[in-house]
């Protein structure tokens, strides 16, 4: 449901020193933020170069949301059988979330990307894999090559 602005405030942590306007424009930035995209944790930084758009790029990944548990892996590509996975970086070949993402990665670089659900598989989910309609899923992408 609908939560008082003060209580919203309090959870995102704004000062109270802020003016309302500020307040009012960082609440907006944070439901965007919350309510649709991606968030980038940095793990490891790479060599600066960044794919343009339509290049095939290679990944290492692991993906987790499994049954809507962010801890439960569904797929990696580090696991015993598994290859890197190449795509067309920007070309809607993949989800949102990883085109957008991937595509200000640079080699050698590696990073959690946290995708919101309409960033991920959306309504469908994917029911092959586990990932159930709506799901926020977790992704551990390194960039390994662009060609």
Request: glycine share 10%.
């Given at each position: 449901?609908?939560?008082p602005a003060?209580?919203?405030m309090s959870m995102l942590r704004v000062p109270a020193?802020?003016?309302f306007t500020a307040r009012r424009q960082r609440l907006a930035i944070s439901f965007i933020r919350r309510n649709m995209g991606f968030t980038k944790t940095l793990i490891k930084e790479g060599n600066g170069v960044r794919p343009q758009r339509g290049q095939n790029v290679t990944v290492?990944?692991?993906g987790y949301g499994k049954n809507g548990d962010l801890n439960v892996k569904f797929w990696s590509t580090r696991d015993?059988?598994?290859e890197p996975f190449t795509f067309a970086v920007g070309n809607g070949q993949v989800i949102k979330g990883w085109d957008e993402s991937v595509i200000e990665m640079s080699i050698g670089e590696r990073a959690k990307?946290?995708?919101t659900p309409d960033y991920a598989y959306g309504p469908g989910g994917f029911p092959a894999w586990g990932i159930q309609p709506?799901?926020?899923l977790i992704f551990d992408i390194e960039v390994l090559s662009y060609s």
């Open positions: 449901g609908i939560q003060r209580e919203v020193a802020l003016s290492h990944c692991t015993p059988g598994q990307i946290h995708c709506n799901s926020e």
